[in-house]
């Protein structure tokens, strides 16, 4: 998938951190490629920064990067659902690590017990990833930090383009709130940090009634229990063993209500649910792309069927934009809203966000 269009002037203040800092540490968080914009939105969201604060943006191959030189509190377990990685960054800049840069970096490294492994990734052509940290390497052991390349602890440099990262592990994706809950894994599930994307532009409230019809094991459901957990959670899937994995996954949520049945048909009363979430088949594990445009317009028409009548939304995935949008063509009570390009193991796919026709 592409990079997403910008300016030159977004372009040039993508790649242009603040200048060069040692001792008052950054932040640096990674996250799926397309999601970028909605970190910086979940960001300002939980109080971490105020609307004034541009958060500088970086594209990785596989990865955005959101850097921020200072955050207003420290993100709670409970805060940034979206991000897979958040890193302290001791120092960063352009060009160039000073000898003063060198000098914080090690102390760092020395004062945390336990030993470090160096890695370093590199997008564009500023920077020689294996001569860098062969410098590193030699500059901080120099200083008194050995690393080590066995140590289970990572430090990270990230180098995009002219610009500097060097990060210090804070906090995973699986570290966040209420993700201890999950226990039953499943070939393809949904990575979390994307159902957290969904379920964040789904803007889900406590007195909301959820559906998933194609659950899988719960990821979607148990992302929006921990932005709203007085929702009502709904989950429907053919496989009775996504079914049983689900209801191990989500024995935390009390509001649920898990069945094997049809995304199709899901013999849901009418009128009954205000959100849907669903991550569509793509026809490539399972079904084929000849079969998404029939399946995807019974799954919007059954949609329309079970929508509140004072308005509902939905919020969809899939790899088969275009089947969606003939599937939407098809049933003139929905519309779509928008849609926004992400990549899920490398794999590019489309988060598109509808709700009634007559919805304001």
């Known amino acids: 998938m592409p990079s997403p269009k910008r300016s030159k002037r977004e372009a040039e203040r993508a790649t ?23 970190l910086v939105t979940e ?29 207003q509190k420290e993100p709670r377990p409970t805060d940034l659902r979206i991000a897979e990685e958040i890193h302290r960054c001791p120092i960063y800049g352009r060009y160039k690590i000073s000898h003063r ?26 920077f020689n990833r294996h001569e860098l940290a062969r410098w590193l390497a030699r500059e901080l052991k120099q200083r008194g930090a050995v690393l080590d390349d066995q ?28 993700r201890q809950h999950r226990i ?10 994307i159902a957290a994307a969904m379920a964040f532009l789904a803007n889900p409230r406590d007195d909301d009634t959820v559906l998933d019809p194609v659950c899988g094991s719960g990821t979607l459901l148990a992302e929006v229990h921990a932005y709203a957990p007085g929702a009502q959670l709904r989950g429907i899937d053919q496989d009775r063993q996504a079914i049983a994995a689900a209801r191990r996954n989500l024995a935390h949520a009390p509001q649920l209500q898990l069945a094997a049945g049809d995304a199709r048909a899901t013999g849901q009363p009418d009128g009954s649910v205000s959100l849907v979430l669903a991550n569509l088949p793509f026809g490539k594990q399972f079904g084929s792309r000849s079969e998404n445009r029939r399946l995807y317009q019974d799954i919007v028409r059954e949609m329309l069927r079970l929508g509140r009548p004072e308005g509902w939304r939905a919020v969809l995935l899939t790899s088969d934009a275009e089947s969606l949008t003939a599937a939407v063509a098809a049933n003139p009570g929905a519309r779509i809203i928008s849609d926004m390009p992400v990549k ?17």
């Open 101 to 126: 840069q060198l000098d914080v970096l090690a102390a760092a490294l020395r004062t945390s017990r336990g030993s470090w492994h160096l890695v370093v990734t590199v997008d564009g052509t500023r």
């Open 151 to 178: 140590a289970s602890r990572h430090a990270l440099l990230f180098c995009v383009e002219e610009s500097y990262y060097l990060c210090l592990p804070f906090r995973t994706a699986d570290e966040a709130a209420l």
């Open 184 to 193: 039953a894994e499943r070939p393809g599930s949904l990575p979390p940090t």
């Open 344 to 360: 899920i193991r490398g794999e590019a796919a489309t988060i598109t966000i509808l709700r009634a026709a007559d919805a304001r």
């Open 16 to 38: 242009r951190p603040a200048p060069e800092r040692a001792g008052a540490p950054g932040w640096l968080l990674r996250c799926a490629p397309g999601l970028a914009k909605h």
């Open 43 to 71: 960001l300002r969201f939980n109080g971490l920064v105020d609307r004034r604060t541009k958060p500088t943006i970086l594209w990785q191959r596989n990865h955005d990067l959101v850097f921020l030189p200072r955050l």
